[in-house]
Nanobody
Framework: QVQLVESGGGFVQAGGSLRLSCAAS????????VAWFRQAPGKEREFIAG????????NYAASVKGRFTISRDNAKNTVYLQMNSLKPEDTAVYYC??????????????????WGQGTQVTVSS
């Protein structure tokens, strides 16, 4: 069982930055793929970024590549999402999720068994 808690969301102007954190419980966290998803009002949840168990592989959605960076600190059981050059279209609730089955971060949300409660990110124009 893995419990996830996101933090770091907030309100920022376009062009600004935020860093989200996903803190996990569980001794086996370091073995798992972790990803960030987001969901805007009226839209489906979408994959943003993912990182393999020991950080050797990352995967990004085209919409955030070059602006967002995912990283992890397994000693702290935490995964981060550094978000730079934020745009109003980045406004959404951001969720972290754990996939205990795969070695490479996949983009389909159905494969992720554990989810956090989400943190709101609002970017004003």
């Amino acid at each position: 069982q893995v419990q996830l808690v996101e933090s770091g969301g907030g309100f920022v102007q376009a062009g600004g930055s935020l860093r989200l954190s996903c803190a996990a419980s569980g001794r086996t966290f370091s073995r798992y793929v972790v990803a960030w998803f987001r969901q805007a009002p009226g839209k489906e949840r979408e994959f943003i970024a993912g990182i393999s168990s020991y950080g050797g592989n990352t995967n990004y959605a085209a919409s955030v590549k070059g602006r967002f960076t995912i990283s992890r600190d397994n000693a702290k059981n935490t995964v981060y999402l550094q978000m730079n050059s934020l745009k109003p279209e980045d406004t959404a609730v951001y969720y972290c999720a754990v996939d205990p089955w795969m070695e490479y971060p996949r983009t389909e949300s159905a494969g992720y068994d554990y989810w956090g409660q989400g943190t709101q990110v609002t970017v004003s124009s």
